[in-house]
């Protein structure tokens, strides 16, 4: 007799339903809000946040090894070999995608729903004026001016950011967040080849930073990362809070580096002759720090990687509900520029 085929366990069959259901539902923010981001996600951040930081080795890097040794090491045996199809289908692939599905979900997916940063900071949605962005201009330009003789960026600068981006979401929503006090360092060029600088596990709210990156835009980049871990899903919003909670850092490499970022920001959204004026102006180490990022992404930038790498995470982000897909990082710097004219730079 021919044996029947294996049954698919109902229990991960149900949480693969539940995670589905909360991933395409359009949750309001009035729900997600108070639910998720004030209730749930502080809760889990917490708990994460000291079992990613007490390692120096990426836990997701290694988690998804073990899991793929696992599979190897089975099929290495006759028996093994005869039995994966049916262990497959049976148990590992269900409950692989319920956890899958579910974490994303539960931990990150949602965050994507929650209350913009523009409403967090009450400033308007629309671009800021001509005045604003000489007001944020100043205000910046000083800042980088101030602290550009503040030491070489390291992993004490990191934990400084990692507490300053806590201290900006307490200050936004009035919870408490798990932050990591480090990143992971990914070998060099491994997101730089396409275009990208950092990535964040949505499983485990583990920053990871390219190591090809010079010092300073690896502080930046780690910041914009730890805010991912904070709860905020959305690339302009991230980066945004990255930047505000640079610049009230008291480590004045952090201010330096968020300052920087922001300005080179501003300057590319700048027509060009005003552009090059405001990069021109910078203390010399600040220009040589901008250089030295567009070295690193240049010497690693495959071409044809970044354009499919742009085009997937685009569609990703779209399907996660950001219309303007990959457009919207460059909202950012709008918002930095709005959050400064409205909250005096403080």
């Given at each position: 007799m021919t044996p029947p085929p294996p049954r698919v366990p109902r229990?991960?069959?149900?949480?693969?339903?539940?995670?589905?259901?909360?991933a395409l539902v359009?949750?309001?923010?009035?729900?997600v809000e108070p639910l998720f981001s004030r209730g749930l996600f502080p809760v889990t951040s917490r708990l994460l946040a000291p079992l990613v930081g007490a390692v120096p080795l990426s836990l997701t890097g290694t988690l998804a090894a073990a899991a793929v040794v696992a599979a190897l090491a089975t099929l290495l045996t006759p028996r093994g070999r005869a039995r994966f199809g049916a262990r497959l289908l049976r148990s590992w692939l269900p409950w692989a995608a319920a956890v899958l599905l579910l974490g994303?979900?539960?931990?990150?997916?949602?965050a994507y729903r929650r209350d913009t940063l523009a409403q967090l900071l009450r400033v308007p949605a629309a671009p800021p004026t001509l005045a604003q962005a000489r007001v944020a201009q100043a205000r910046l330009l000083?800042?980088?001016?101030?602290?550009?003789?503040?030491?070489?960026p390291g992993q004490a600068d990191i934990a400084a950011a990692a507490g300053c981006v806590g201290d900006e979401v307490q200050r936004l929503t009035g919870t408490v967040v798990g932050v990591p006090r480090r990143v992971k360092w990914l070998p060099a060029g491994?997101?730089?080849r396409a275009g990208f600088a950092g990535i964040t596990s949505p499983w485990l709210l583990e920053p990871h930073v390219d190591a090809g990156l010079p010092p300073v835009a690896r502080l930046a980049t780690a910041t914009h990362e730890l805010g991912h871990a904070a709860g905020f899903a959305r690339e302009a919003d991230t980066d945004a809070l990255a930047v505000l909670a640079g610049l009230r850092c008291n480590d004045p490499s952090v201010r330096?580096?968020?300052a920087l970022h922001a300005l080179a920001g501003l300057a590319a959204g700048l027509p060009q002759p005003l552009g090059q004026r405001?990069?021109?102006?910078?203390?010399?180490?600040?220009?040589?720090?901008?250089a030295s990022l567009?070295?690193?992404?240049l010497h690693y930038r495959l071409p044809w990687l970044q354009r499919a790498a742009s085009a997937t995470y685009g569609t990703y982000l779209e399907s996660q509900g950001v219309s303007a897909g990959m457009a919207d990082y460059g909202r950012a710097i709008s918002l930095v520029v709005q959050a400064l004219a409205r909250h005096g730079g403080a």
């Open positions: 229990v991960p069959l149900a949480l693969i339903g539940l995670g589905a259901l909360l359009p949750w309001p923010a009035s729900w994303f979900t539960l931990v990150w997916g949602l000083a800042i980088v001016r101030a602290t550009s003789g503040s030491p070489v491994t997101l730089l330096y580096a968020l405001l990069l021109a102006s910078l203390p010399r180490r600040a220009r040589r720090d901008l567009d070295a690193a992404a």
